[in-house]
């Protein structure tokens, strides 16, 4: 197959998700869609390695991710970040549940080996599954290994479609309090215009118009996500480089060194997430028939158990802090597939109910840095943690 062939057989996979997710409102995700045609297609006719050969696995998709989350960091201001301490709580809640309900129920139907390896997968973050499949590897336990793999593949499959439904219900909420006068389009000054960046931290002074051009856009992201990337790896990554690169993009953003989303501005954007979502498909690729019939049943079952916990904790702490269950149960579920599906879920959403511009709008600013935040912290810092910890039990 040639690039080229490579290239147009995933774009049409993510095209005919975008038109089912477009006729049903939303109610069907593209992602969902996406999934189920990859892997379908990698069980008959698609080479395995098809990411790779249309030139969009990696290393370009890791060049991706750091250029996206810094991105992602310019959307937001540094009150807001630290405003996000609820969604913190809520996420982290929702993973507390998720442990409980696994290592109590699950462990007595299952058994404490089964739940070991797929809890932390479970989690969303690809470290803590490598971690658990090469622990039962080493025990001459390669079914379980395959649960650790298999259970990160597949758990997408129950986020995707309970996070629509949640959003879409949220996003309701929301709009009839917007239309009602209840609430407002409420944005940081220095949020409004993208090219002044007007702030009150701002040292940089504005870009004058005729440097501003898509190699200046891009060379002043990648400085930034390099100098997070470089910050993580002299602290051993103490705090994942995916939360710095976030964090980098603030305060970028926030001093006038980069301007409000960047990628949207060199135009690069649409290209970069394409290539993320190619890469999170392509991990489809590893989950054979045989593997999913071999382990089905404790797959399913710890799933289950798993999120019925999560949204439990979840909603509970969340209506403490004052969240729709919707959305609690929204930002919890990010753990089940993280960056950049989180993403993409939001705005399926909020083009699925908004009427204009800046309904979207107010959607997007209401519901995306909750649902950014929450997926960072459970598939990039608490998957880690909660490997760590089930590890031990190998």
């Known amino acids: 197959m040639s690039i080229i062939m490579a290239f147009c057989v995933v774009l049409v996979i993510l095209t005919i998700g975008d038109v089912v997710s477009a006729k049903t409102k939303a109610f069907i995700p593209s992602v969902f869609v996406s999934a189920i045609l990859f892997l379908a297609g990698f069980w008959t006719f698609l080479p395995k390695d098809l990411i790779d050969i249309s030139g969009m696995g990696m290393p370009f998709a890791l060049l991706a991710m750091y250029l996206l989350i810094t991105h992602m960091g310019t959307m937001m201001s540094v009150s807001e970040l ?29 058994g404490l080996d089964a739940v070991v390896a797929g809890t932390p997968p479970l989690t969303g973050g690809i470290v803590a599954a490598i ?21 990160y593949v597949m758990q997408g499959f129950a986020g995707y479609p309970l996070t ?14 917007f239309r009602r ?11 409004k215009n993208n090219l002044t960046n007007k702030s009150k931290y701002m040292i940089f ?30 602290t051993n990554e103490v705090v994942s480089k995916y939360v710095v690169c976030l964090i980098f993009g603030v305060i970028a953003s926030e001093v006038g060194f980069l301007e409000r989303k960047p990628l949207n501005l060199s135009g690069s954007f649409g290209l970069l997430m394409t290539s993320l979502m190619a890469y999170v498909f392509a991990q489809l690729a590893k989950a054979t028939p045989q593997m999913l019939i071999q382990i089905v049943v404790p797959l399913l079952g710890i799933i289950v158990i798993g999120v019925t916990g999560m949204a439990i904790f979840s909603i509970i702490v969340g209506k403490k802090l004052g969240y729709s269950k919707e959305m609690a149960f929204s930002v919890a579920l990010t753990a089940l597939y993280g960056f950049p599906p989180n993403y993409i879920l939001t705005d399926e959403a909020a083009k699925a109910l908004a ?15 909750k649902m950014l935040v929450g997926g960072f912290t459970t598939v990039t810092i608490a998957s880690v943690l909660i490997a760590g910890i089930f590890i031990k039990f190998l």
């Open 131 to 151: 971690m658990m499949s090469d622990g039962y590897a080493a025990k001459g336990m390669p079914d379980l290994a395959v649960l650790a793999i298999v259970m």
């Open 205 to 234: 002074p504005p870009l004058p118009e005729k440097y501003q051009t898509t190699y200046m856009y891009l060379a002043k992201l990648g400085l930034v996500a390099w100098a997070a990337v470089s910050f993580a790896a002299v």
């Open 82 to 110: 630290i405003s996000q301490w609820k969604t913190i709580t809520i996420a982290l809640m929702g993973i507390v549940g998720m442990c409980i309900g696994t290592m109590t129920i699950g462990r007595l139907i299952f």
């Open 164 to 177: 629509a439904i949640c959003l879409k219900k949220e996003g309701k909420r929301l709009l009839s309090l």
């Open 355 to 369: 009427e204009t511009p800046e309904e979207k709008e107010f959607l997007m600013d209401q519901m995306l840095p």
């Open 181 to 191: 006068g209840e609430m407002t389009i409420e944005k940081p000054q220095e949020c």
